[in-house]
């Protein structure tokens, strides 16, 4: 994905969405909910390993199924890998005024997801700590090697990636079937979804302001789209169990992330778009029709794997 804009005319427009920046900030902070990680965590089912004298992990200590390993895993690393995001986020956004405040901000809100789902999985003997450590050293030592460029391209990504990362970590929480992991990964999905709309309703705003680069920039977002742990180790066959189980699938990424976003922006009512914007849209709205046929494929295999199983075992 290439930047769209003269690194010029977004230092201009920078300046022009701080205003916008600053509002929202004193909104998100209205709002936002401060809670303690330790909290979420039941510290009374804590021992200790055999460094300290204890038992190491072993499989048969974990509550969990295989999905919900799975799910809290790649969950997990994902909020590991924030000094990335923080880096990527920083060289688009700058470090001035506003900007630095919310970059600021966003930074220790997430850095507080991961603190707080490692002491449930490490307490609770949810997943191998030490196979954890070690794709977590994996991960980060990698960081992000491509994604969005430009200020206008990390805006429209992050919109749907903290929309999405929301609906994920939700349908993981539930998944656990424990009520305090369920109630951990509610609250950390509740903190996403406030991002969310801190970024869409700039995206908004630039849409106004620069309506075909903004746009073109959504259409370049929504066809390459990866969620931000796909650099994780296993990642296909994780991603796989989860879209099998119905946590994140093709389906869920259609209606529940991309389509309400593009709703608010209202991308398919506007009317002050120039030829290269249209053009953006109608490719935009093309992929989404294929997007749609192929969620429906999906939900339809699944369906009758489903079936397949209930049969055998009966």
Known sequence: MTRILDPTVERGLLGELEPVVAANIDRHLSVARNWNPHDYVPWSEGRNFAFLGGEDWSPEQSRLTPVAKAAMIVNLLTEDNLPSYHRVIATAFGRDAAWRTWLDRWTAEENRHAVAMRDYLTVTRGVDPVDLE?????????????GPQGLLENLAYVSFQELATRVSHRNAGRETGCPIGDQLMARIAADENLHMVFYRNLVDAALELAPEAMMCAIRDVVLSFEMPGAGQPDFLRYSAIIANAGIYDLRLHHDAVIMPVLRYW???????????????REQLAEFLREVDVAAERFVARRAERTARRERSRS
Do not use: N
């Open 134 to 146: 070690r794709r977590r050293m994996r991960l980060m030592s990698t960081g992000i090697e491509d």
């Open 266 to 280: 209202k991308v398919f009512e506007r009317t002050d778009l120039t030829p290269a914007a249209e053009q953006a």
